[in-house]
Structures are given as structure tokens and as C-alpha cells.
């Protein structure tokens, strides 16, 4: 029996027709501050941003950057590393609240062979877990199953975030 997996919101990514954004994903306009929906961006102040993983592994997959462009930890300063770890723990509280979470993964993955997608801007990976979201469809079928349109995980989100 053939099973279907029902993903509409993939067709804007097939047909191209998601957001384009010139150069780095984690820069935004200089004087920009606080959320920007077509980016995904959730908060934004001077230190840092925190913005959803277009390509999550989980539902509420965030990532936390600093706002300076720098490629790896030793690049930060100590404020910088001090706000991405405050925006870290802010935005697990807020999960633990919204997505109500078993677990979380924290991770940088800092160059290509780390696995790093963007090697170019340090970025913080905010993973909710939960139990059973191993299962056969990504051990077996080498598929996803993310069960909230990332658009609506923005809008229960963005206002925590105010």
C-alpha cells in the first residue's frame, strides 16, 4: 500500500517561489530591530537574533546568532557569547511552554566537516525534542514528519518574543 505524505508548503520551495535573501541569512539591515516575518526572524536587538530553521529537524527548530558576522566562537566576544546563551535559554523557556518539548539538542556545528550548512555565520541550533521523534520514518524512510506549518509555529511564537 502506498502511503502519501501531504506537504503543501513545500511547493513555494519547488517552484522557487520562497523569500530570497541577498548574501548571508543571518544578516539583516543594520538598523533593524526586533521580528521580520520573511525571514523567519523571531527577535532581533543589537547582540544578537534568533530566527526559525527553515530546513528543521523538529518543529520550533531555532537557531541563535550573533549579529556581527563571524564564522566561529573565538570570533565573538564575551557579550556576544553571553547574549546568544541568554537567547538560548529565553527561547527554551518560551518552548517549553508552547511546544511543551521532552528534551532539547544545543548545538554549533562550526565548518563543513562539523556539518555546518552555513559555514560562514556562527550559529546556535535550538532543537526541541521529543519522545519518539526517532522513529521508523526517519531511521527507515529517511523522511521528516514536521507536523506544524512552519508559518503557524512563527505566529504562536513572534509575540513571546516582543
Not at 29 to 37: A, S
Not at 113 to 136: F, K, Q
Request: proline share 7%; net charge neutral.
Amino acid at each position: 500500500m502506498v502511503e502519501t505524505l501531504w506537504a503543501p508548503w513545500r511547493m513555494d520551495y519547488i517552484l522557487g517561489k520562497g523569500p530570497k535573501v541577498d548574501g548571508c541569512v543571518f544578516c539583516l539591515p543594520k538598523d533593524h530591530l526586533g521580528p521580520l516575518p520573511e525571514r523567519l526572524v523571531l527577535f532581533s536587538d543589537r547582540e544578537v537574533l534568533l530566527i526559525m530553521n527553515r530546513f528543521p529537524y523538529n518543529n520550533a527548530h531555532l537557531m541563535v546568532a550573533p549579529r556581527r558576522h563571524v564564522a566561529t566562537l573565538s570570533e565573538t566576544g564575551p557579550g556576544e557569547r553571553l547574549a546568544m546563551m541568554n537567547m538560548a535559554t529565553r527561547a527554551m523557556a518560551i518552548l517549553d511552554k508552547t511546544q511543551k518539548p521532552d528534551g532539547y539538542n544545543l548545538g554549533i556545528n562550526q565548518g563543513q566537516v562539523a556539518g555546518a550548512g552555513i559555514t560562514d555565520h556562527l550559529h546556535l541550533h535550538v532543537t526541541p525534542r521529543y519522545l519518539g521523534d526517532t522513529n521508523y520514518m526517519t531511521v527507515i524512510g529517511e523522511t521528516r514528519v514536521i507536523p506544524e506549518h512552519i508559518l503557524a509555529t512563527y505566529e504562536k511564537l513572534v509575540g513571546f518574543f516582543s
